[in-house]
């Protein structure tokens, strides 16, 4: 069975930094794009960066210049580098991953962490 395990997250002061980690865990899988989204209460989920398993990186326009996503494909691990946070980057924090098992293709999401920065 496969889960996504978060780490990092918490509280920072505006212009501040913190790193976020999901590992994927199981056995028997591969993965495809990973990426992480950000939930605001009372709000939809949206995209912040994802990254392919190529290497191919794409970010939300309020986050270019600011986050980097990178992925261990050896670790099955995602991370998201967030430098110059902002108040408007709090948030709920989710990673997910598209795995790829035998006969089927699914996304999994992490129990997500969460993220608040202040003035």
């Known amino acids: 069975q496969v889960q996504l395990v978060e780490s990092g997250g918490g509280l920072v002061q505006a212009g501040g930094s913190l790193r976020l980690s999901c590992a994927a865990s199981?056995?028997?899988?591969?993965?495809?794009?990973m990426g992480w989204v950000r939930q605001v209460p009372g709000e939809q989920r949206d995209l912040v960066a994802f990254i392919t398993n190529a290497g191919i990186t794409s970010y939300a326009d309020s986050v270019k210049g600011r986050f980097t996503i990178s992925r261990d494909n050896a670790k099955n691990t995602v991370y998201l580098q967030m430098n110059s946070l902002k108040p408007e980057d709090t948030g709920d924090y989710y990673c997910?991953?598209?795995?790829?098992?035998?006969?089927?293709?699914?996304?999994?999401w992490g129990q997500g962490t969460q993220v608040t920065v202040s003035p």
């Open positions: 199981g056995s028997g899988f591969s993965v495809n794009n």
């Open positions: 997910y991953a598209e795995i790829v098992a035998p006969g089927r293709i699914k996304d999994y």
